[in-house]
């Protein structure tokens, strides 16, 4: 847990300074676009420009959720009194699996429970056991296909909800007995899911 929380210091430093980088990349486009609009459209190139910038916006917004998750992940290891508050920690996962997803042609999505539902977990533990989940039902997936992380609140306590393949096929996978033994360390309830499709963690409540 010490490397841990040590490579998340210093990851977490770096999002700081990714971030201020791409502020700056996107403060000067849209000061470039600023002065190609004063230009009035004289310039012949305007339109390929302007397009130009478009893209740049577009990849700017995506590296600045990227790092935002990316240093949520940083900070992921550090206690709270608190607890974890569990859709933070899962929208984070989210982002930063899309890549792995999209290698298996699935979109993948979370559908958030109410705010201020928070486990006694750590951040990190939360998504590393939502990971293992999702490496377990991603190869069973159809193609172009959509799979959703869902949080609930039962009896009190916050649920996760994967839902896609049936549960019987996801205990064949090679991957659920890792899953399965996180879940147990973890004081986590892993079950099948609303009538025998994907699975669901049940997460210790918060005890502040």
Known sequence: MREALFMGRLTAQ????????LATIRETAGLMDDLLAMGGGQFVHAERFKQGLDVVAQQVGRGMELSEQLNY?????EPSPAGCEVNEALRSLCVLYTRIAARHRVLLGLVPGRAGLHTDLRGMEVMDLAAL????????????????????????????????????????????????????????????????????????????
């Open 14 to 21: 770096a999002t700081h300074e990714m971030q201020n980088i």
């Open 73 to 77: 992940c940083a900070h992921a290891p």
């Open 133 to 208: 989940a999702l490496d377990c039902a991603l190869p069973l997936l159809e193609r172009d296909t959509d799979l959703r992380l869902v949080v609930q609140e039962q009896g009190g306590l916050p649920v996760v909800l994967l839902r896609g393949a049936s549960f019987d096929d996801l205990c064949r996978r090679t991957e659920f007995l890792p899953l399965s033994d996180r879940a147990r360390g973890l004081g986590v309830i892993l079950r099948a899911g609303p009538d025998g499709q994907g699975l669901a963690l049940t997460l210790p409540l918060a005890r502040g």
